[in-house]
Structures are given as C-alpha cells and as structure tokens.
C-alpha cells in the first residue's frame, strides 16, 4: 500500500516520537512465504524495513523511517494450541489476550500480562520481551518462547527450538531473538509454553501517606516471599484514575500498593498475613485483603488504567526504569527531586515487586521551555537508573528514544559485542535502522 492516507496512520507507535518518517510503503503479510519476498526485495534494493505489530511500542521501536517499508505483522494470526504439550503456536500478529484467552479455553494459562495485554501482539511482546504484573513471580516472555520461526536480512527462513521443555543443541539461538528489537530478524512464528490454570488470588491493599513508605513495604515484602502480583501507584496515578474510572479510590493517599498471593491453602494465608503485616509495620494507613475475584480484579484494572489515565494531563515521555529491589526507595526519591527539579509532573506506577518503574512524564508539547525540562528529566531518569546499579528498560524496550543511554548502562565492549552479531546476520543494515545501536 502506498496511499498517504494510510501511510501516515503507520508512522508512530504509541511512543509518538516527533522525529518519526513517512514509509516508502505499507506490506502486511500473512505468511512467512510473503515475509520472505518483502525482505529478499529489500535486500536486493538495500530499502531498509521496520517491523510493526499492533504500534504499542512506547519506546519508538516500530516508528515509522523514511524511505524504509513498513512491514506489519497484524493479519498474520493463526494459532493452535496443543494441550498434550502444554504450548501454543501463535504467528506474530496475535493479540496477547487473545493467546491467553485460547489458552484458557483448553485449561490452560499463559502468564506474561504487560498492562496493554488486551491490544499487544505476541510478535511485539517477543521483540521486547515483554514482563507485566504477575512478572514478579513467573517471569518474562522469554521464559515462555520455546521456539520461533524467523526470517534473516537475507530472505531465509529459520526454525529455532521447538514444543520441547528440554533443548541443549547447539546454540541457544531461540533466546538470542527475543528482545532484539526486529534488529536480526522478523519473527513469524512462536510455540509458548503454557501453564496449568493460576490458583486464585487474594488480593492485599495498602494505602500509604508517602511513596517513600510504600517502596519501604515493597522490600519489607520481597525480602521474605515472591508474591504473584505486587504493583505501584503514587497519589498522581491514583487520582488520575479516579477522575476518569471513578473506583473509590483513596485520593488523599501518597500511594497505594496492590498485592496478591496465589498459593495454595495454608501457605496462601500466611502470605496474606505476612503482606498485611509488611504493609502495616511500613506505615500504611489503611490495609485491606480480599479473596473476591470481583473486587481483585477492580484493584488490578485501576493499575492497568494507569498510564491512559495520567496521558489526560498531558503528552507523556514514558520511563521504563529498573533497579536492584534495595535500590527501589533511592530511585524513587530520586525521580521525585528531578521532577521537582525540572519543575515537571512525573507520575511514577511500578510493578514495584521486581523493581521495574515507568515514571510518566507529563508535558505539553506545545510549551517550548516544558518540552526541554520534561525531555532533560528523561534523560536524568536513565541516568539515575544507571546509577543506582539498574537499566534504562525492563520490558519496553531500548526502540530508538533511549538508544543515546544504552552505551552508558553496557559499555563499549557490549556495544561492539551487539554490533558484531548485528553484522553477522545483516551485513546490509536494513532491519529496524535507528533502534538500539
């Protein structure tokens, strides 16, 4: 497709970089076979390609280049899922909840649960190797790719791994594609590993005068059991939400905590109580549990609301910062002295339990002088991060906005090191130009 039109409803990713192009071109395949043409003309033209799912990208990672083809994973959705192995073979352009919700109807769970599960693809959430709430517990993408189909700069198509648990043969390639960004190749396929249904949840809430307090709670938590879920909002984020979901939420609190435990029986309750206990000897003010799914799931969808709500103050630079857990309450300080610094709204929600923050910088774009202060503080962020030990992403992705900090937070020799196996499979640069290196 070359239409205008439609080309410009491809140029942003929800990260809305300003710098983004104008595709020379729209292509949306369906099969591998037509991801293999588009990519061996593109070789043959040396005409770079962006690889897009859905365009949740809050890092720019699918923005769109001028003079490069825009390749879109959306129409590739065929699925099957094989309970004799407990997987799921799922081609990229599938919706995360979708995968979940084909899972469950064979009594089954896939876990990863990024807050945008329900418009996500799993190709996207391959590329960054996406977390999400109950990331605390069971893990990443990554932990559950056990094989991917994909396509190299040069118009092959590899299959790596496969249905089984075990695999020691050769090199662990499968792993080396999840979170490479559409930098070495185009994913076109990809067998998940499933899990038995998750127990149901008691659900833990604490209110907290201060956010210093809550991340204090946080540790107090970790430090003793992994719980499944154990999410952040400070009183930015908690307002925000009530203003646009109206829940009931407590709007005079510094921050709000929301945990759950999914453990069976006894064990289950001794974590509630060790929570509740936690919460309370941290300073919470008020600390509620619950075992109804109705009103867990009210709490979860007030943090999953959290970023759309807080993008109605404003346009948002979206953080993805991440630290070793003790490090939790420096960086949250820390965030709160550069926002008040740079005299600059900065909402912070965190999957608080792995130490993974997404600090929401609220600015007007339109507003010259805000811009600069809102965009320094970005960068203060990242280097903050970097800091305190912690990475400039843990689930986003470095995409093309933080690109200018990876160095900083790796080095030079792993930066040498990634653009060594960049150029290994391909030499000719056309996949993704701009992203991480």
Avoid at 13 to 37: C, H, W, Y
Avoid at 155 to 172: E, N, V, Y
Avoid at 372 to 387: C, H, K, P, S, T
Wanted: aromatic share 4%.
């Amino acid at each position: 497709m070359t239409d205008p039109d439609i080309l410009g409803a491809y140029r942003f990713d929800r990260a809305n970089d300003p710098s983004a192009g104008t595709p020379l071109a729209l292509v949306r395949p369906t099969t591998t076979a037509e991801v293999q043409t588009v990519v061996r003309w593109c070789a043959a033209t040396a005409t770079p390609i962006v690889t897009r799912g859905t365009g949740t990208s809050l890092s720019g990672g699918s923005t769109a280049v001028d003079g490069a083809v825009t390749l879109s994973t959306e129409k590739m959705r065929n699925l099957t899922v094989d309970r004799a192995t407990r997987t799921a073979v799922a081609q990229p352009g599938l919706l995360n909840a979708e995968v979940k919700a084909a899972a469950a109807e064979q009594g089954l769970w896939y876990p990863p649960d990024p807050s945008s599960f329900e418009i996500c693809s799993i190709g996207g959430n391959v590329a960054t190797n996406a977390g999400g709430l109950c990331c605390v517990k069971y893990g990443v993408t990554t932990d559950y790719v056990l094989g991917l189909q994909v396509v190299l700069a040069d118009g092959r198509a590899l299959r790596l791994g496969g249905k089984q648990l075990k695999d020691s043969a050769g090199l662990p390639l499968t792993k080396l594609f999840v979170g490479s960004e559409g930098l070495l190749g185009i994913v076109t396929e990809v067998t998940l590993r499933l899990l038995p249904p998750q127990a149901p949840a008691c659900t833990v809430v604490g209110s907290f005068a201060s956010v210093h307090a809550a991340s204090r709670a946080v540790l107090a938590v970790t430090s003793q059991i992994r719980p499944a879920m154990l999410e952040f909002m400070d009183s930015v984020s908690i307002n925000a939400v009530e203003d646009m979901l109206s829940m009931g939420l407590d709007r005079s609190a510094g921050a709000l905590l929301v945990a759950q435990s999914d453990a069976p029986g006894p064990a289950g309750v001794a974590e509630v109580e060790l929570i509740e206990r936690a919460f309370a000897d941290c300073g919470a003010g008020e600390v509620f549990s619950t075992s109804d799914a109705v009103e867990s799931e009210m709490f979860t969808q007030a943090r999953r609301a959290a970023i759309p709500a807080v993008e109605r103050l404003g346009s948002l630079l979206l953080e993805d910062v991440g630290v070793p857990l003790p490090e939790l309450p420096a960086l949250i300080d820390g965030v709160a002295a550069i926002a008040a610094d740079n005299k600059v709204t900065i909402s912070v929600i965190a999957h608080a339990g792995d130490g993974n923050t997404h600090p929401l910088i609220v600015h007007d774009p339109s507003d010259v002088d805000e811009t600069a202060r809102a965009n320094r503080a970005f960068g203060q962020i990242m280097d903050l991060a970097i800091e305190l030990g912690g990475t400039i992403t843990g689930e986003h992705g470095v995409g093309r906005l933080k690109r200018g900090w990876l160095r900083d937070q790796v080095g030079d020799d792993v930066m040498d090191l990634t653009a060594t196996i960049k150029a290994a499979l391909d030499p000719a640069g056309i996949l993704n130009p701009g992203v991480l290196l």
